[in-house]
């Protein structure tokens, strides 16, 4: 008996080439109902009716078609299974093979605030989850296609099988189908909610729920992980240790951010230029540092700031081995991300048992793409990644003294972190190592008597990057009394002059960026 593929699609797009390969390619016989079979049939392809195949009419307007014995047995009986064979024996119901189907437009129907709550109703799906679902559970012998983006690497994998879908696809697909499903039934609860004058979130429609969250950032506000599977932080694994909280997770999306300055991989398609290693509390780095290998960039980083690193998050961007875990078990921390770890290294952290151990594979860094969204009051903000690469070949000197070789090579290393610090933001540093930061300032002199304060006597020698820049003198000439020597910042002040014949005064060094770093 020649295969049968079931389709059943809302999204007519590229269905047609779809139905035309399966039939004409492998072999398929065709089933479908209402819409989709009218334009199979219009493009010249033999189509069997789903009435015609259970026997049983559409009724109720069509809002039972696909609901039928004929139709979820064929979908969900497994083969080889004796009993399953005998009950398809006795009902004549054929097999099949794949499933094609989308569902309904009800987000699409629902976008349109002068929608009725009947028409809303009516464009709730359920033959169609009701078969993605089925198919879904039962991958092992049945493929389902949810989405037309999908149809092309279907054809592939069918081609390279010679008609046949490998079981790691069909699982992929499977994932997926349920993964429809899901932000399908959270799009509709969430309009209910919304009709019913209850708070709702509606751009989170299409992100489905990973985890309810012990509590938000403070213990009496409620909150969920809402995140896509394949992408960023919803596809990484926690190898060990306590629950993720909220503030967890914006710790670690920080430290992830300021340590990718440094490169994140390991080898092949992602090499690390310089291996790093990040210190965050509170969102804000208080240790950021690079040296010859994981193990020294964070002892380096680690001991930037020490008192502030004690229940801090640590982002490494290389794989982390025996040595490394070693130094992260000599200080309390609550997480820990990098891109891999050795077994040795597990071993070792496995003696820390509530600290929170994550892998987070390059690819899937990649994957979540390069939108910065922030929720405020009833919307959202969506802006680029502040992540451009930086160019010091841009940059003007505007002392009359030039940097020199190291002082550049510190100002670069200075500039990289501080678009990572909570504006007002200042950056102390030296020889690949933050040595002072001042974060969330109201005032950039304050931000920078913290800077400055926290490095001490390690100040003199070392330079200072600002994320905006000096609306007045005060800031260089505090620099430079704690002994600085050159200035990153982007200028743009009706003042800049005045900073700059400070330098000149002090024999500072300036250097001016072109391009502003804020953060809030």
Known sequence: MAPIALLSVSDKQGVVPLAEALHRI????????????????????????????????????????????????GI??????????????????????????????????????????????????IG????????????????????????????????????????KHRRELALEAFEHTAAYDVAISRWMKGQLAEAASPWLEALPLKQKLRYGENPHQQA??????????????QLQGKELSTNNLLDLEAALATVREFGYGMDGAHPVAQHAAVVVKHTNPCGVAIGNNVASALNRALDADRVSAFGGIVALNGLVDAATARELTSLFVECVVAPGFEPEAREILASKANLRVLELAPAAVDAAGRDHIRSILGGVLVQDQDDQLIDPTAWTVV???????????????????VRHVRSNAIVVARAGQSL?????????????????????????????A???????????????????????????????????????ELDLAMVLTGKRHFLH
Not at 224 to 237: D, I, L, N, T, V
Not at 489 to 504: I, L
Request: proline share 5%.
């Open 76 to 125: 969900l009986a497994m083969r080889g299974d004796a009993a399953h064979e005998v009950d398809l024996q006795q009902q004549q119901i054929p097999l099949i093979d794949v499933v094609v189907v989308n569902l309904y437009p009800f987000r699409e129907t629902v976008a349109n605030p002068q929608v009725s709550w009947e028409n809303a109703i009516e464009n709730i799906d």
């Open 399 to 417: 002392s009359k003294r030039l940097p020199t070789s190291g002082e550049n090579e510190d100002l670069t290393f200075a500039w990289r972190l």
């Open 224 to 237: 969920a992980w809402y995140s896509a599977p394949k992408q960023g932080w919803g596809s990484a694994m």
């Open 128 to 167: 169609g989850p009701a078969m993605v679902r089925a198919a879904a559970k039962n991958h092992a012998h049945v493929a389902v296609l949810t989405r037309p983006d999908q149809y092309d690497k279907f054809l592939a994998v069918l081609a390279d099988g010679m008609g046949e879908v490998d079981s």
């Open 26 to 73: 492998y072999g398929f016989q065709l089933l479908s109902s209402g819409g989709t079979a009218k334009v199979l049939e219009g493009a010249g392809l033999p189509v069997t009716r789903v009435a015609e195949h259970t026997g049983a009419p559409e009724i109720l307007g069509g809002r039972v078609k696909t609901l039928h014995p004929r139709v979820h047995g």
């Open 436 to 464: 002072g930061v001042g974060a969330g300032q109201m005032n950039r002199v304050g931000a920078a008597r913290l800077a400055l304060e926290a490095a001490g006597d390690q100040a003199r020698g070392a330079v200072l």
């Open 466 to 504: 600002s994320d905006g820049f000096f609306p007045f003198d005060d800031t260089v000439r505090l620099a430079a009394n704690h002994g600085i020597s050159a200035v990153i910042q982007p200028g743009g002040s009706k003042r800049d002059g005045d900073s700059v014949a400070v330098c000149d």
